[in-house]
């Protein structure tokens, strides 16, 4: 027995409601109150209230009192803004009662006839968010035990990695980097002098000047480094980052003397935090020169050895007593 025909119109909608009403996401249509017009099932499901009694309740009762005004106020910037979409990360009280993690995609609809509200698509990304946290642990504890195995084996830069780390982190953050970003520097900043585990012991440890030939064998460390590093899956670029932290933007650093543009902005920051660290410090071969030389030495150089912007914020920083570390301006 041949199918009824049916309008192509109402084929699609009937398809469209489908797709919506059996999705795992929450689908949810709101108006310029934030009142909810429409919630599917996956939405309902997600706080633990029948689909009719979500409609006509305000959207943001839902959300987690923290995450609240935050998403108020996008709400009032999307609303400015017919067609476009915003994401966002809020949490919720759950039917459960736990708070979990949505991921949203909102998009204005307000002048579409046919919806005239913001749809809001949302994931519970609660599980991912735990997971990701969970790496990201296992990634900090790893790396630490690297540079701690480092510093066993030279004990007169024990704690300078990861003060370099610190100088490095402060000044990403000075420079009002994004949160990834920050985070990968971190990572090659604590790792910075990984190289130096190929070195022979008496050139590490050994006290006086090193000779021109023992210098040129300490220069092979950040290719080292970048070789022990390069064929781990970092999501950032560490193992350039270690190569690059004793380029100069004059070209006169190594190991390839390279120039301004061709030096990553992570390297610039791990340079200058590397040396204010190494300046303030004892060696084996020198007595530390001070905090005072380090700032001296950027106040000469800025913008021909090491980044101007860098430079700026270092000195901000030490000046207003915010990098936390034991050193005084005199």
């Known amino acids: ?195 130096k585990i190929a070195l022979p012991a008496e050139i590490l440890n050994r006290p006086g000047r090193l000779t021109a030939a023992e210098f040129e064998i300490v220069k092979t460390h950040c290719e080292a480094g970048y070789h022990i590093v390069a064929e781990v899956p970092f999501p950032w670029p560490v193992a350039t980052m270690i190569l690059q932290h004793h380029e100069r933007l004059d070209g006169s650093g190594y190991p390839n003397g390279l120039t301004e543009h061709d030096i990553l902005f992570g390297s610039r920051i791990v340079a200058v935090a590397d040396v204010l660290s190494a300046m303030s410090s004892h060696r084996p071969y020198r007595p530390a020169l001070g905090l005072d030389a380090a700032l001296a030495e950027f106040e000469t150089n800025g913008g021909r050895l090491y980044d101007a912007d860098v430079v700026d914020a270092c000195q901000s920083l030490v000046r207003m007593k915010r990098l936390g570390l034991k050193w005084s301006v005199h």
């Open 1 to 195: 027995m041949a199918l009824l025909a049916r309008p192509a119109h109402r084929f699609a909608e009937d398809w469209y409601l489908a797709l919506v009403q059996h999705s795992s996401d929450l689908l949810v249509v709101i108006d310029e109150e934030a009142v909810v017009l429409y919630a599917n099932p996956a939405a309902a499901a997600m706080f633990g209230i029948p689909t009719e009694e979500v409609i006509g309740t305000l959207a943001f009762e839902y959300i987690h009192p923290d995450d609240r005004q935050r998403l108020i106020a996008k709400h009032a910037e999307l609303m400015q803004s017919p067609g476009a979409s915003m994401t966002n990360t809020v949490r919720f009280d759950s039917a459960t009662g736990e708070v979990r993690v949505l991921e949203t995609v909102s998009t204005n609809c307000l002048d579409v006839s046919s919806v005239n509200g913001i749809v809001i698509n949302g994931r519970d990304v609660t599980e991912r968010n735990e997971y990701r946290t969970k790496l990201e642990a296992s990634l900090d504890a790893i790396t630490l035990a690297i540079a701690n195995a480092m510093e066993l084996r030279d004990p007169y830069t024990a704690g300078h990695q990861r003060e370099v780390a610190h100088i490095a982190t402060a000044l990403a953050r000075e420079l009002a980097l994004p949160d990834d970003e920050i985070k990968g520097i971190e990572v090659a900043a604590t790792l910075h002098d990984i190289g």
